[in-house]
């Protein structure tokens, strides 16, 4: 009974902090991306003093996360948390004509992530990197192969050579999403890169996370009918 009143309690938190509109409207925003306040600000239509108030009273709740930039330490991007998703039904998002994961080298998590949509979505999918390695990194491969998927070593491209429109780009690196235009239409996914580190427990860590976001992003995109 302890564990259904905390339940209880946990999920009247997050609906009584979800009770302001302009809260629920940032729940909408995180449900599929992150962002970061100057962003939501800007989407909103918000002032700065308003945005920190709401954020806020969302970290309280336990509604949110905030982790900093790995590209620009001075930013920071908030994340919506798993459990608080329980207590949210995102927006359906329209079909795009392919999803495109991008990270800058195009050899860990972008690859780990196209792999992961071709389980979880019909939905035509391909990865690349800004500033693409030569190859896919053979730690990347090794854990894509633990988990029973097949990553190609040399199957690295250039986003330019690979988006196109009508196309659903996924920036699963900050860098990226820091330096693609702001008119790309796109999600993104503040994921530590695993390379640095370069560590299983590092690219584990990437994997899962991912999984975990694909597998929440995929039954919120309708699928395109002949």
């Given amino acids: 009974m302890s564990v259904e009143l905390s339940s209880v309690e946990l999920r009247a938190r997050i609906h009584a902090a979800l009770g302001d509109p302009a809260r629920l ?4 925003i995180l449900a599929t991306g992150d962002a970061s306040p100057g962003e939501i600000g800007a989407h909103l239509g ?3 003093n308003l945005v920190a108030h709401h954020l806020g ?3 309280d709740a336990g509604v ?10 001075r930013r920071s991007y908030l994340q919506l948390r798993p459990a608080a998703l329980a207590a949210l039904h995102p927006p359906r ?14 050899s860990a998590r972008s690859q780990l992530a196209a792999a992961l949509w071709t389980q979880a979505s019909p939905i035509a999918v391909a990865s690349a990197g800004t500033e693409p390695a030569t190859r896919v990194n053979p730690r990347a491969v090794r854990i894509a192969r633990r988990h029973g998927l097949r990553l190609d070593p040399t199957g690295t491209r250039r986003l330019d050579d690979v988006a ?11 860098h990226v999403h820091e330096i693609l235009p702001v008119d790309t239409a796109r999600l993104h996914w503040s994921i530590p890169d695993p390379v640095p580190v370069d560590t299983d427990e590092a690219f584990e860590t990437a994997y899962a ?16 009918h002949p």
């Fill in 164 to 174: 196109d429109d009508g196309d659903l780009v996924i920036a699963v690196c900050d």
């Fill in 93 to 106: 998002l329209s079909a795009p004509r392919r999803v495109v994961f991008v990270c800058t080298r195009n």
């Fill in 25 to 28: 409207a940032i729940a909408d």
């Fill in 64 to 73: 949110i996360d905030r982790r900093r930039s790995e590209h620009d330490r």
């Fill in 57 to 59: 009273v969302l970290a």
């Fill in 46 to 48: 918000m002032p700065t």
């Fill in 209 to 224: 996370d991912l999984a975990d976001r694909i597998h929440r992003l995929a039954p919120t995109i309708e699928e395109q």
